[in-house]
């Protein structure tokens, strides 16, 4: 059973470029969470999705920012006009139907460097 | 509402020694608790869990934890480091919602 996917584990974009992070659950699950981490920082909740569905995206900047789950394919993170205070880890989790949903299970995440 | 406190930014031991790190929380809720560790530039690896069973919960790697309600602790600890267990921890509080709340990390060093 794979784990959770990532792709890409490194992206590299310029001020005002578009950065789109791509998030595969483990098999069976069906709840997608996306959070950010800062250097030296814990990780901060970001979104919340289920198939599509945004259950909860009270962690998103206002602006710039959009998560997606499509019926069929991955959960995108995409951040617009991006600038040097994106650059962290993204890191997507996934949790399973019927468990409980704060035992999740992470990606190895994408590390975005804007410059 | 829920917090997480990871009382130590940095544990350094030397190998063949205890590791205690520590973690306290606040929950409305009767909480579940995890703890995850991270080595450098990979994801997070669920190391333990609990959820108001056993209070004493044994992990991946010799890790464990005890559940202390009344000192609404988490303290993480292992016998003996071992070099491979240099990373960074977190504790996590969760429970009550689907949301949970990541502590700062603390970085463990384990010397030669």
């Known amino acids: 059973n794979a784990g959770v996917m990532q792709n890409p584990r490194h992206l590299v974009r310029r001020r005002g470029q578009e950065a789109r992070l791509r998030c595969s659950p483990m098999k069976g699950h069906s709840h997608v969470y996306w959070y950010r981490q800062l250097p030296e920082e814990g990780l901060k909740f970001m979104v919340y999705l289920q198939k599509e569905n945004i259950i909860d995206e009270s962690g998103m900047p206002k602006e710039r920012f959009s998560a997606e789950f499509p019926k069929e394919g991955p959960s995108i993170l995409r951040i617009q006009q991006v600038v040097r205070g994106d650059s962290a880890a993204y890191f997507c989790?996934?949790?399973?139907?019927?468990?409980?949903?704060?035992?999740?299970?992470f990606g190895p995440g994408t590390r975005l460097t804007v410059t | 509402a829920q917090s997480v406190t990871q009382l130590d930014s940095h544990v350094s031991v030397s190998e063949g020694t205890p590791v205690l790190l520590r973690c306290n929380y606040s929950s409305s809720y009767s909480p579940s608790l995890f703890w995850y560790v991270q080595h450098p530039n990979k994801g997070l690896q669920l190391l333990l869990k609990y959820t108001s069973a056993a209070t004493l919960v044994k992990g991946i790697n010799g890790f464990e934890a005890e559940f202390k309600k009344s000192e609404t602790s988490f303290h993480l600890t292992k016998p003996s480091a071992h070099m491979s267990d240099a990373a960074e921890y977190f504790c996590?509080?969760?429970?009550?919602?689907?949301?949970?709340?990541f502590g700062r990390g603390t970085s463990l060093i384990v010397h030669p």
């Open positions: 989790a996934s949790s399973p139907v019927g468990g409980q949903r704060d035992e999740q299970y």
């Open positions: 996590v509080v969760g429970g009550g919602s689907y949301i949970p709340t």
